[in-house]
């Protein structure tokens, strides 16, 4: 009778304590849940705030990348007196994969899409030069094929180059 007793008195106590715990929990739950959102929020938002300058930075770059493979400009940096086709060909080839591959990790911080759109841009530019050369006579020199390259580009109703930026751009100002 006493180990009974014992144990009654045991089940009355966990009970009495038990009871008013589970009572306090649900009226300050709703504040500790808050309180662990507020601090995912807050983090987030530090995050963020991290990761802006850094996102800004790489569509500079892609900007400046897009601006450097623009035939207008690339032909006009890469060009000299005398060179030969092949050799623009070339230097062109190098010099936008050259470009492309120092950009590479700037995809971490811009959107996937914005990256496709940069990726094609590169590949259709290297196309164009490469198809450029198919079409000139082996006599041609690089000269000519600043000329044709250039062309092909006057006939394009929507500069892609300037559109990139544009899309870019647009990429930027979602960001505020």
Request: hydrophobic residues 45%.
């Amino acid at each position: 009778m006493y180990v009974k007793q014992i144990f009654i008195d045991l089940m009355v106590l966990s009970l009495g304590i038990f009871i008013p715990l589970m009572a306090i929990y649900y009226v300050v739950k709703g504040d500790i849940m808050r309180f662990f959102n507020l601090k995912t929020i807050e983090l987030n938002q530090v995050h963020s705030a991290s990761l802006l300058p850094l996102r800004l930075q790489a569509h500079e770059r892609l900007i400046i990348f897009i601006d450097r493979i623009n035939p207008a400009n690339l032909l006009i940096r890469l060009h000299h007196q005398g060179i030969g086709i092949k050799e623009l060909q070339n230097l062109v080839i190098n010099d936008i994969k050259s470009e492309f591959q120092h950009n590479v990790a700037q995809q971490l911080y811009i959107n996937a899409t914005s990256w496709q759109v940069i990726r094609k841009l590169k590949d259709d530019t290297l196309a164009m030069v490469n198809n450029a050369v198919l079409g000139l006579p082996e006599s041609a020199n690089g000269t000519d094929l600043s000329k044709k390259v250039l062309q092909h580009m006057a006939g394009i109703p929507e500069n892609p180059y300037d559109l990139t930026i544009e899309h870019l751009k647009k990429d930027i100002q979602e960001l505020f």
